[in-house]
């Protein structure tokens, strides 16, 4: 890295407050493969739909989510022009893997549900 792509410790620090709630950390490892929409996160975690929009809430407001209307869905996918990409990135390559959860929404039918 850099020292022009180096993240400032404030800017790191808002990035990773966001990144350590277990729900939106998991989401963004999902969107790290595979674009979803708010309904299909409502089946992988089992939780309101306006629980979860408040999640995809702050990670949009933060930057770091982009949204695509497709027909009747918006779907949402990691903002790879975010200044902190790379940071995030980096986070989300020590994890393992999420696509379990996707499948499981393909087997159940449920990939679109909205």
């Known amino acids: 890295m850099t020292v022009q792509e ?3 410790i404030v800017d790191a620090a808002k990035v990773l407050k966001l990144l ?5 950390l ?8 595979h674009d979803c929409c708010v309904c299909e996160f409502v089946e992988i975690f089992g939780m309101s ?5 408040q999640h995809m809430r702050k990670l949009k407001d933060a930057g770091l989510v982009e949204e695509e209307r497709r027909g009747h869905w918006i779907f949402y996918s990691i903002r790879e022009d975010h200044p902190h990409v790379q940071l995030v990135e980096s ?6 893997s999420q696509d ?7 087997k159940g039918g449920k990939r679109i549900c909205c």
């Open 49 to 53: 739909q306006p629980s979860i929009s």
């Open 100 to 106: 379990d959860k996707v499948k499981e929404l393909i």
């Open 26 to 33: 998991t989401m963004m490892k999902i969107l790290a493969d």
């Open 20 to 24: 350590g709630d277990k729900t939106r």
């Open 91 to 96: 986070v989300l390559a020590s994890l393992p």
């Open 6 to 8: 180096q993240v400032e």
